[in-house]
């Protein structure tokens, strides 16, 4: 639960926190100053890159860097505030398993349901609509909110450009949760979070990041989003 | 056809013309240096409107401006390239009836298939995945792109502000196609036209401008959409 504390005093668990989306996220969540707990299958494959990126956390900032690594599971009974950054053929499993640890709590998904063939990404049918609006279903004492889909992982990871230039799309159902993590978003430089619907509007949140597949490919970039007049 | 000429000497029909996107599109393009043929049901109609637009767009510029108004069917026949800005409800019958008109001519659909409710705007289902696929399967000789999904008809018809904030998404499967309807976007001042995908990832391009809604109402503003590290 956040029970009304400031975002910056909030524990942030990451769960698939070894992979590239969930390792960017928690390198610049901890530079900004967030105490991160790294959630894997492998809790010593957590711990043991909990390590490096507090290592390069405190490389970047000149001051300690708090990341820990765990099992999912407890990482999820143990954070205030949940991000699920695991693929999205684990998803289901994964949450199945936690109902209870993150009951109560604002779980984030940011899992994109995506496939690859030769002609690139294309979009995965989700039977609940979207990956967030999965997790609602598997989770219905936690707070879901959909964001950070579309930030770059190589990006995330590139502590050399301290500033990143892109908004956080964050969408869901309960008022308080989404500022929440609009307020988490702005704490990345150069990030903002910005409201942009109830969950049943997800999947096209989540399905964008094929689109932004093809962009990359084309203008060899790592394309985000901008929402303008706001 | 296109026929290989350069964006800037094609005749760009607009049907549906009459509405606030229609409007927007042609009055923009029409300052630009655009011919404009303007579709409606109702060709006195789109006579009328055409000659309001010629006028705004002659008066913000000091040119003359080539705005004419027409049956649909009649500028779906005469123009180089048309733009399809009608309410989702009458998509597939307007098309239906002009598929020899637009045969061989690069058809740029931005029509969002939405409905709203008391919790807002939401989307809806299409049978063929998005209307620009619709589109496509309906119109099997032409050149199908989805495009200009994303502006706001308030910006558009404001020609006060001479420069727009926003890129145009660009979906479809054919490379020359999508280049002209690049460049199309590009001749309004502050647009870009991005490349964005394919044809099958044309459904959530056209379903984001539900969580426009949703921002716009939060924000009281206009969104639209960058593209970053582009």
Redesign the interface.
């Known amino acids: 639960m956040s029970d009304g504390r400031a975002v910056e005093e909030l524990v942030v668990g990451v769960l698939g926190g070894t992979g590239p989306q969930g390792r960017g996220l928690a390198v610049r969540l901890a530079t900004a100053g967030q105490r991160i707990l790294l959630g894997s299958r492998d809790a010593e494959r957590a711990s043991e890159v909990a390590g490096q990126i507090a290592e390069r956390a405190a490389a970047a900032t000149g001051n300690e860097a708090s990341v820990t690594g765990g099992a999912n599971a407890d990482v999820a009974g143990a954070a205030d505030l949940v991000i699920v950054a695991v693929p999205f053929g684990g998803h289901a499993d994964l949450l199945r398993e936690l109902v209870e640890p993150l009951a109560g709590k604002v779980v984030v998904d940011c899992v994109n349901p995506m496939g690859f063939d030769e ?5 995965l049918d989700v039977p609940e609509g979207s990956a967030a609006q999965q997790a609602a279903a598997l989770l219905p004492d936690s707070h879901v909110v959909g964001a950070f889909h579309h930030l ?1 992982a190589v ?1 995330l990871e590139d502590l050399s450009k301290p500033t990143l ?2 908004d956080v ?1 964050v ?1 869901g159902d309960d008022r308080a949760s989404t500022d929440l993590v609009q307020a988490l978003a702005g704490r990345i430089p150069g990030m903002r979070g ?5 969950l ?2 997800a ?3 989540e ?2 990041t ?6 990359n490919r ?2 060899k ?10």
């Open positions: 002609l690139g990404a294309y979009v770059s990006l230039d892109g799309l969408v910005v409201y942009a619907g109830r049943r509007n999947r096209q949140v399905a964008l094929a689109n932004l597949v093809s962009v084309r203008y970039a790592h394309a985000g989003v901008r929402i303008t007049d706001v």
